[in-house]
Each structure stands twice: as structure tokens, then as C-alpha cells.
């Protein structure tokens, strides 16, 4: 892809994504539409999604930021519901919507069919997480969507290659097929284990240079990748393990590392999210330019077949799944919450398929082993396109008004406040016991007022959580802790405005400034997180 028009695709689609956080609309789906509009503007050049960069240059480090951002705790506390979904569920759609299309379809192939299967069975739950966020979703519905996501790549990039090797020619037998998939599964999850603790160990070792750490950070993802790739087996599974132990550890990196990365990471996210679903609507050219020998009136209505197919199967899966295990099992009737029909019934929906479907759909190889082609690669480029869009379509669009139709229960924020406070509360006392411990050593001797400054501030954190839980402000609606956050900005604002003005009066130089500003960024940062919290 030329400079030129990659810039274009990156302004562009971070343009759109940006508009999308002052609408109602998903960031996916808003980025979808504005593709497939820009596809049919003269002068737009044609976007092709090479599977090669996508897999492993765009999955990696999607996979990591998602990881780091899950909770190591909370999918193993979900961990069965987790792999029905992220292994068990990709299997069986494989399946389903494999033979639903070779009944469907005339003349093709159970192979060729099994390969859509594989290409549109994992959703991505990209746009279902962020849906569930912010409506407040209870943390194990969101958990499970996350958590599905992380792993779904792995069960279906392996089935797909496959099914794709049996397509093609390649003498793989289901035997063979079964030990591959075991073999990559097993491997990635090995080349995880093997690499996340050396890694953690350099990140350690490196804590006085924050941009070396997060230099590593940025090459992890693609470490971790390529090495299990090499080895034939799960590169999406060798990321997710290691940036879950990364995530679960990163306490013991030093703070300029971790408020630096968190950054690196978003932005990292931000871009490639954007693009990738810019992309996904910019493919429709190049798909439709290769169905000459279907009509669109028949491709339309295979197209809709794939789509029930796709949203029926979920749901055939998702209540059986959450269900017969509480059935068959006393001990998980004991030891996980119970749950009404509506939570299925939201996992259900919030199977939107995204850019993984369509970059592994675009890998399909063009011949077979002997001579021609491979059967209906275009239709099944079409259809893999017209599920990706529907889902998001469809079920984006209508995933927050079924939440809120089915009143699910949401977070219950008065205990989590209170919860939070109770840790602080625990923390500060610790931290009154440490600095009562230093004093007493003449090496740490401090000013009075000094020392009291030390015991405000730790006070300051210990009372900022208990009154978020006081009344709200009668005028603004704010709390007492929101209102004292939202002064102190103003405050650092004013210094900031002076020094600016010190500087451009030659009182005080360049380098100067960048110091005082450093430190009122950083104060405003603890300010506004903790305010956001």
C-alpha cells in the first residue's frame, strides 16, 4: 500500500472514530458505513486487506492491549463459560454454518464449505465490550464477552487451516486435522508460558529507562506471535497468555512505565481499531467486483441464509451451554452465581463478527493442489463480507436498546464505591504505619511541615473514595470529591497560564517550562483519574 493512501486510510478513519464518541452509534459500525461510502467516491483508491499484514502485524497488538486490559482473575473465575464460547461455541458454528451452506449452495463442496464456517465463526466482540461497559453491564457478562474474544481467534485461524489444507488437496485427514489443532493449541498456550516470565523479568530489570520498557512493550505482541508461529502452533493464544501475566504483574513495573504505556497502548488501539473497520467497509468493491458468475439477486439470498444461520447457531449454543452444566453439575450450581434467560440472551445477540472474519477469508488460497481454483472463493469472500456487516449492522445497532429492553440488572456502583473505599482505607493505614517506621530512622529526618504534607496527601486518598458515596452537590450534581477535583484542574490551569507567560516574557527558558509543565501534567493525570474513577 502506497504512503499516500494509507495516510489517508489513518486520518480518516481516526476522523470518523473520533465523531463517533459524540454520537450514539458504535465506533465499528460508524466506521463500517463511512468505508463503504468513501469506496464508491471517484478518486478513492482501491484498499485491499492483505491477510499477511492483517494476522500478524494488526491481530498482535489488538490481542495484547485487550489482554492487558482483562482480568486474569476474572476469566479464570469464568473459565468454563469462557472456553464453551471461545472453543466449543467456534466449533460447532464451523460446523453448522458450514453444512447450512453446502445444503444451500449447489455444488459446493463439504470442504469449501466447512472453510466459511471456520472464517465467519468467531465474533469479534470488539464493539459487544465497549456496548457493555457503558451501559454498565454486571462484570461477568462483560468478562465472558472479553474473554471469548481473546480466545475465539485461536480455535478458528486453527480450524480454518485445517479445513483449508483438506480443501485444497493436501491428504489431511480428520485425524490429522484434530492432532494439528491440538498441536497449536497446545503449543501456544507452551510458547506463553515459556516466554512471559523472561519477559516480565527484563521489564523489571529495565525499570530506569520507562522508554526502553515500553520499546519492549511494543515488540511483545509480535515476539510472542512469530515465535509461536515458527513453531507451528497458536500465535493468538502465545500473545493472550503472555500479556495476561504481563497485565496481572504490572504493579511491579515502575509508574512513568506504566502511565507511559497505558498511553502507548490506546493510541496503538485507537489507530489500528479504526482502520481495520475503515477497511472492512472499503473491501465491498473489491468483493463484489468478483461475483460475476452469481447473480445478485442469488448471492443476496445466500447471503441472508448465512446471516440466520450465523445468529440462530449462537443462540442454539449459548442457552444449552448455560444451562446444562448447572443441570449436570452440583458443584457449579454452588460455586457460580445463578442467572435468568436474560443474560444468555445478551450474550446471544452480541455476536458481531469483525476484521479477523474477513482477513482470514481473504487468505484462502486461489488454486487448489491439482488443477483450478478454489471452489467459490469469491462467493465465499461476498458472504463472509455481507455477515461481517450485518452483524455489525443489525446487532450493533440493536444490542443497547435490547439491554435496556430486558432491564438486566447493571453494576451495583454504591458497593463497588464502598468496596473501593474499605481497600484505600487498608492501603492508607499501611502507609501510616510505614512513614510512623521511616521517621524513626535520623536518616529520614523531614521539616515539620513537610512531613505533615506527606500525611494530607495520604489522607486526601483515604477520604476522596468515602465521599464519592455523599450526597451529590445540589446545584451541580456533583460530589464533594468531584467538586475539589474539578477546582484543583482550575488551579493547575492558572499555574500553567503563568508559566507560559513567564516563558514568552524570557524569565524563564524552554527547558524550564517543559519541567513545570511535566509536573502539572502528572498532577492533573492523578487528578482526572481519580475523579474518573
Given at each position: 500500500m502506497a504512503v499516500m493512501p494509507l495516510f489517508l486510510l489513518v486520518a480518516g478513519s481516526a476522523a470518523v472514530a473520533g465523531l463517533a464518541r459524540r454520537t450514539p452509534v458504535p465506533a465499528p459500525l460508524l466506521l463500517v458505513t463511512a468505508g463503504l461510502v468513501?469506496?464508491?467516491?471517484?478518486?478513492?483508491?482501491?484498499?485491499?486487506?492483505?491477510?499477511?499484514?492483517?494476522?500478524?502485524?494488526?491481530?498482535p497488538p489488538l490481542l495484547h492491549t485487550a489482554a492487558l486490559d482483562s482480568s486474569y482473575l476474572g476469566l479464570r473465575a469464568n473459565l468454563r463459560p469462557v472456553a464453551l464460547l471461545s472453543v466449543g461455541y467456534v466449533?460447532?458454528?464451523t460446523f453448522v454454518v458450514g453444512y447450512a451452506a453446502y445444503l444451500v449452495i449447489p455444488g459446493l463442496p463439504l470442504t469449501a464449505a466447512l472453510v466459511l464456517g471456520a472464517v465467519v465463526a468467531p465474533p469479534d466482540a470488539v464493539a459487544a465490550t465497549a456496548i457493555a461497559r457503558k451501559l454498565g453491564l454486571p462484570h461477568r457478562i462483560t468478562t465472558i464477552l472479553q474473554g471469548e474474544s481473546l480466545f475465539n481467534d485461536a480455535t478458528a485461524i486453527t480450524a480454518y487451516k485445517v479445513l483449508v489444507a483438506a480443501a485444497i488437496g493436501a491428504g489431511v485427514t480428520w485425524g490429522?486435522?484434530?492432532?494439528?489443532?491440538?498441536?497449536?493449541?497446545?503449543?501456544?498456550?507452551?510458547?506463553?508460558?515459556?516466554?512471559?516470565?523472561?519477559?516480565?523479568?527484563?521489564?523489571?530489570?529495565?525499570?530506569?529507562?520507562?522508554?526502553?520498557?515500553?520499546?519492549?512493550?511494543l515488540l511483545i505482541p509480535f515476539v510472542a506471535y512469530a515465535a509461536a508461529e515458527q513453531l507451528h502452533a497458536s500465535g493468538v493464544l502465545a500473545v493472550v497468555v503472555v500479556a495476561l501475566y504481563l497485565g496481572h504483574r504490572s504493579w511491579q513495573v515502575d509508574f512513568e512505565t506504566r502511565l507511559q504505556e497505558d498511553a502507548v497502548w490506546k493510541m496503538v488501539s485507537f489507530i489500528l481499531e479504526s482502520a481495520v473497520f475503515a477497511l472492512?467497509?472499503?473491501?465491498?468493491?473489491?468483493?463484489?467486483?468478483?461475483?460475476?458468475?452469481?447473480?445478485?439477486?442469488?448471492?443476496?439470498?445466500?447471503?441472508?441464509?448465512?446471516?440466520?444461520?450465523?445468529?440462530?447457531?449462537?443462540?442454539?449454543?449459548?442457552?444449552?451451554?448455560?444451562?446444562?452444566?448447572?443441570?449436570?453439575?452440583?458443584?457449579?450450581?454452588?460455586?457460580?452465581?445463578?442467572?435468568?434467560?436474560?443474560?444468555?440472551?445478551?450474550?446471544?445477540?452480541a455476536g458481531m463478527r469483525g476484521v479477523v472474519s474477513l482477513a482470514i477469508a481473504f487468505s484462502i488460497p486461489s488454486a487448489l493442489h491439482g488443477d483450478g481454483s478454489f471452489p467459490a472463493r469469491n462467493l465465499v469472500?461476498?458472504?463472509?463480507?455481507?455477515?461481517?456487516?450485518?452483524?455489525?449492522?443489525?446487532?450493533?445497532?440493536?444490542?443497547?436498546a435490547l439491554i435496556r429492553a430486558l432491564?438486566?440488572?447493571?453494576?451495583?456502583?454504591?458497593?463497588?464505591?464502598?468496596?473501593?473505599?474499605?481497600?484505600?482505607?487498608?492501603?492508607?493505614?499501611?502507609?501510616?504505619?510505614?512513614?510512623?517506621?521511616?521517621?524513626?530512622?535520623?536518616?529520614?529526618?523531614?521539616?515539620?511541615?513537610?512531613?505533615?504534607?506527606?500525611?494530607?496527601?495520604m489522607e486526601r486518598r483515604r477520604n476522596s473514595v468515602w465521599?464519592?458515596?455523599?450526597?451529590?452537590?445540589?446545584?451541580?450534581?456533583?460530589?464533594?470529591?468531584?467538586?475539589?477535583?474539578?477546582?484543583?484542574?482550575?488551579?493547575?490551569?492558572?499555574?500553567?497560564?503563568?508559566?507560559?507567560?513567564?516563558?514568552?516574557a524570557r524569565r524563564i527558558d524552554d527547558e524550564m517550562l517543559r519541567t513545570l509543565l511535566r509536573r502539572l501534567d502528572l498532577e492533573e493525570a492523578t487528578a482526572y483519574r481519580e475523579s474518573a474513577a
Open positions: 468513501a469506496s464508491y467516491i471517484p478518486g478513492v483508491p482501491d484498499y485491499t486487506l492483505d491477510p499477511h499484514i492483517v494476522l500478524p502485524l494488526v491481530l466449533l460447532f458454528a490429522d486435522g484434530v492432532k494439528q489443532f491440538a498441536v497449536a493449541s497446545v503449543g501456544g498456550i507452551g510458547v506463553g508460558l515459556v516466554l512471559m516470565v523472561p519477559l516480565h523479568w527484563l521489564r523489571v530489570r529495565l525499570r530506569e529507562s520507562a522508554l526502553l520498557e515500553n520499546t519492549l512493550s472492512i467497509g472499503l473491501q465491498l468493491p473489491v468483493v463484489v467486483r468478483g461475483l460475476e458468475e452469481f447473480g445478485a439477486a442469488q448471492a443476496l439470498w445466500y447471503a441472508a441464509v448465512m446471516f440466520v444461520v450465523v445468529v440462530l447457531s449462537r443462540f442454539v449454543w449459548v442457552f444449552p451451554a448455560t444451562y446444562l452444566p448447572r443441570v449436570l453439575s452440583a458443584r457449579i450450581r454452588t460455586r457460580e452465581p445463578d442467572t435468568n434467560w436474560t443474560a444468555p440472551v445478551i450474550v446471544g445477540w469472500l461476498f458472504l463472509t463480507f455481507t455477515t461481517v456487516i450485518a452483524t455489525l449492522v443489525i446487532q450493533g445497532l440493536t444490542l443497547p432491564k438486566l440488572p447493571g453494576r451495583d456502583t454504591q458497593a463497588e464505591t464502598l468496596a473501593e473505599a474499605q481497600a484505600q482505607n487498608e492501603a492508607s493505614r499501611a502507609a501510616e504505619e510505614r512513614l510512623d517506621a521511616l521517621l524513626q530512622d535520623p536518616r529520614n529526618a523531614l521539616p515539620g511541615p513537610l512531613v505533615d504534607r506527606l500525611r494530607s496527601v465521599e464519592r458515596l455523599g450526597a451529590p452537590n445540589e446545584i451541580t450534581g456533583e460530589s464533594a470529591d468531584e467538586t475539589y477535583r474539578r477546582l484543583a484542574r482550575e488551579m493547575i490551569d492558572a499555574e500553567r497560564r503563568v508559566f507560559v507567560q513567564l516563558r514568552d
